[in-house]
């Protein structure tokens, strides 16, 4: 077993970053990966998230910053997640068959169910970050909502979680977390949370408990309703959750 393979599948699979592919590659290193996801997440955060520090407390100027600050995330991640979220719109839209929408959720267009998504679910984490005091709790509200985003990621892809399809990566990693991985992630997520609300950026409500409860209740409905009308999760499905869990904890802390 090669200790660097679980590094190597988290970075690659969830950011651009040209790392070397794993040795090898099965659903035992796929779930190592996962684990490591909130981790990852918060640097994606951290990167992109930079410009709100300097950003002043201009409504003008806080929405652009916003808009490039989710444009950027989207950027390093490839837009593999948004890409998700907009097949699996169309899946979900068409009203076809669980077969019939899955080949749709395959076709690399996006229909107009998926274009409506991606407005709403990018306007909604843009307004959300905007709406937020500039500096500090705005970077550590998004750095929470990513971190959290993923954390959503690795509980759609526990044991209790079952693939669509038989190929594909989503095969592979949904179902392949265990519970033991799923506690290391949430440890990972935990540990960003208590940052976030250090010396007063955030409210520790929403920070251990509301932001938390909210991603996770994504990445069991989303899945839940994935098995009703798909039979079982997809990569899309898991890209859906990763940015709808965003977008939901990043409402919650604007509204809060």
């Known amino acids: 077993m090669n200790v660097g393979d679980d590094v190597r599948f988290a970075i690659g699979t969830l950011t651009r970053l040209p790392v070397p592919a794993p040795v090898t590659l099965d659903a035992a290193v796929a779930g190592r990966g996962l684990a490591l996801a909130p981790a990852v997440g918060a640097c994606v955060a951290l990167v992109s998230g930079w410009l709100l ?34 097949d699996v719109a169309d899946g979900l839209g068409s009203g076809a068959p669980a077969a019939r929408a899955l080949e749709i959720m395959r076709r690399p267009d996006i229909g107009p169910f998926g274009v409506l998504t991606l407005g709403f679910t990018a306007a909604v984490q843009v307004l959300s970050v905007a709406q937020l005091p500039a500096g500090a709790p705005a970077l550590a509200a998004w750095v929470l909502a990513v971190t959290l985003g993923r954390l959503a990621v690795v509980v759609a892809c526990g044991p209790w979680g079952s693939p669509a399809r038989a190929d594909g990566l989503g095969a592979m990693v949904i179902g392949a977390v265990t519970p033991a991985q799923v506690v290391v992630a949430s440890v990972l997520a935990a540990a960003v949370a208590c940052v976030s609300a250090l010396g007063g950026p955030l409210p520790w409500s929403v920070t251990l408990l509301w932001g938390p409860l909210v991603a996770v209740g994504v990445a069991v409905a989303l899945g839940a309703l994935a098995r009703r009308r798909f039979g079982g999760s997809t990569g899309d499905v898991l890209g859906a959750t990763a940015e709808l869990a965003t977008a939901g904890v990043l409402l919650v802390l604007a509204l809060r």
């Open 53 to 86: 520090m300097v950003t002043g407390v201009d409504l003008i100027a806080r929405l652009l910053s916003a808009t490039l600050v989710v444009a950027f995330a989207a950027w390093i991640t490839r837009g593999l997640h948004w890409d998700g979220l907009a």
